[in-house]
């Protein structure tokens, strides 16, 4: 009898296990860790601002990173929970860890609100305007999960503009000065990335309103249209700061600047999958091959002494 028990316990025990092992896994599926590269957007302050050999500015990014990246999955969380009925009807969102029954809802909010309290802790070590920044991304990512994901044009600009806020939450994890040219390249380039993924949607499903509501409203011409304004707008923009910078030697990064925002134009056009997401083009081959290129070229042009190369080559 004893015996029985004993191993009664043992098979509660590891049912118990087994359990706690499918919910963690669920969890950490919920956060979605594979959306964390846009928290990238805070490193390039402490590229442009000639810190990137510095320790403690790294340390801070890194906080910043983190909170980010707590609070981004909180979000998802809740987003998940407020859609968990509709995503139950999805052949494809009902197998996520809410709508599928892998993870319960109280235990999803609770795991929420203690990446929402853990992300705003790392944002008050950076100071009072990092959490105001926090807050603010927060209540636009609530704000566009709830009611404005559904609303053209608002939805592309409402993306466009939580990168905004990530670039600037670097400049103030580092303490260094706002650059315009940051804010507007950065908020072109994500407006670029979000209209490319709705133009990339018509030509890649039969059906694109069933897709996503707004697809119902735009057209592929005037997604085209507005692609061929941002991309002039972006390229100008970036240009304009290579040629008045204090760096005059930027204008270096210019071709591939200029190749990369082609490509992406190209790949939008396709059905290669390739522009479903801005995460897609860690595997394009040739975007990931300009885009270290582009790095290379602008941190010997900001670190060491191109002036004294170009001199030596022109004249």
């Known amino acids: 009898m004893a015996r029985d028990d004993t191993r009664g316990t043992m098979a509660e025990a590891q049912t118990h296990q087994a359990s706690l092992a499918r919910t963690a896994a669920g969890l950490a599926r919920e956060i979605r860790p594979w959306q964390w590269y846009k928290q990238a957007v805070l490193l390039i302050a402490i590229v442009f601002s000639g810190r990137l050999f510095d320790p403690v500015a790294w340390g801070q990014v890194a906080i910043g990173v983190a909170a980010f990246c707590a609070v981004a999955g909180a979000t998802y969380i809740f987003n998940d929970i407020s859609d968990v009925e509709a995503d139950r009807r999805h052949p494809e969102k009902r197998k996520r860890p809410i ?47 709830l009611y404005l994901k559904d609303v053209v044009l608002v939805d592309v600009l409402l993306i466009a503009f939580g990168f905004v806020l990530r670039a600037v939450a670097g400049v103030v994890a580092i ?36 897709t996503r509501a707004t697809l119902d409203e735009y057209t592929p011409e005037t997604l085209d249209q507005l692609l061929v304004v941002v991309i002039s707008t972006l390229l100008i923009s970036y240009s304009i700061y290579t040629f008045t910078g204090a760096k005059l030697a930027m204008m270096l990064t210019l071709p ?47 670190y060491g002494r191109p002036r004294a190369w170009l001199v030596g080559l022109v004249g």
């Open 256 to 302: 591939f600047a200029f190749f990369g925002v082609f490509r992406y134009h190209h790949l939008v056009h396709t059905t290669s999958g390739m522009a479903a997401s801005p995460g897609t083009l860690l595997f394009d081959r040739q975007s990931l091959l300009n885009l270290a290129l582009w790095g290379v070229v602008a941190v010997v042009v900001l």
């Open 99 to 145: 709508a599928s029954g892998q993870v319960s809802v109280p235990t999803a909010a609770a795991f929420g609100v203690g990446l929402l309290l853990f992300g705003f802790a790392l944002s008050y070590t950076l100071g009072g305007l990092f959490v105001v920044i926090v807050a603010t991304y927060l209540v636009q990512n609530a704000a566009y999960s």
């Open 175 to 210: 303490g260094v000065a706002l650059s315009p040219w940051l804010v507007v390249c950065t908020f072109l380039a994500a407006l670029l990335l979000a209209l490319g993924k709705r133009r990339h949607e018509f030509a890649a499903s039969a059906n694109p309103a069933e």
